[in-house]
């Protein structure tokens, strides 16, 4: 039941995650290449400034970086597509930390010359996220080109598990705002809820990355495995939720709307 509960999970998460970078890559990248910047402003109010050409560039990478990592990172871990087309593994790997370092370094970009809309504290812990992109990715790539493959393996699930911060972030306040009505959010995202997110969306998860990194492959016992079987389904059951609503209302009309369907 673990194994087919993480199994369940992973695939909910690899799903979500996914449409979420198609929405990105189609209603904010591909704006970008048509020439109609403007749209960025529908969604999030004045992220696009005329004239401000340093930090429209460096969001419209971070854009372009985070879209893609979210759709080719589950990919990744595909142990069978590994086995079977080793090549195509290393590919999208390069590919993939390419577009770690373009989301890092856009993110960072922006920060530097806009500023977030949270303040310091969001700036700060912002600015935190983008280094930690970059430190795995290099890592990442290091280790891969070095051929020692356990350390590249473990490199690789930490920035995965930073990839999917920016998903997470909006199901969070998703299901936040719908259970209490977003008590701690502020207008300008300076409550004290949202003090918390600028760090949860991403510190947490990398936490559980190093927990499943050094429990791997030790034997648990009953109980444990069935708090986890027990988590793994409410888990899933709470992105298979979050992922219908932001679906239907923001990420399908986004893919189309981008693809001028």
């Not at 199994?7 to 979500?16: F, H, I, N, T």
Request: aromatic content about 14%.
């Amino acid at each position: 039941m673990l194994w087919w509960s993480s199994r369940a999970l992973a695939g909910a998460v690899w799903a979500s995650a996914s449409l979420f970078g198609a929405y990105i890559l189609a209603f904010y990248a591909l704006a970008a290449v048509g020439g109609d910047m403007t749209r960025w402003n529908r969604v999030l109010p004045e992220l696009f400034v005329q004239g401000g050409a340093a930090g429209n560039a460096g969001m419209g990478l971070h854009f372009l970086g985070g879209g893609l990592l979210l759709v080719l990172g589950s990919v990744q871990f595909v142990g069978p597509l590994r086995a079977a087309v080793p090549t195509v593994h290393r590919w999208l790997g390069r590919v993939y930390v390419a577009a770690a370092a373009l989301a890092g370094l856009g993110g960072l970009v922006f920060i530097a010359v806009r500023g977030c809309v949270g303040g310091a504290i969001m700036d700060v812990a912002f600015a935190g996220y983008g280094v930690a992109m970059l430190v795995c990715a290099a890592q990442t790539a290091r280790h891969a080109m070095a051929r020692n493959l356990d350390v590249h393996r473990a490199w690789a699930v930490r920035l995965y598990a930073l990839a999917v911060g920016s998903w997470l972030y909006r199901m969070d306040y998703g299901f936040w705002v719908l259970f209490t009505d977003g008590l701690g959010h502020a207008d300008g995202f300076r409550g004290w809820f949202d003090y918390v997110m600028d760090f949860a969306f991403y510190l947490p998860n990398l936490a559980v990355a190093e927990l499943y990194l050094r429990g791997e492959g030790r034997e648990l016992p009953g109980w444990a495995r069935g708090v986890g079987t027990a988590a793994m389904v409410a888990a899933t059951g709470f992105v298979v939720v979050g992922t219908y609503f932001f679906a239907k209302h923001y990420w399908v009309p986004g893919v189309m709307v981008g693809l001028g369907i």
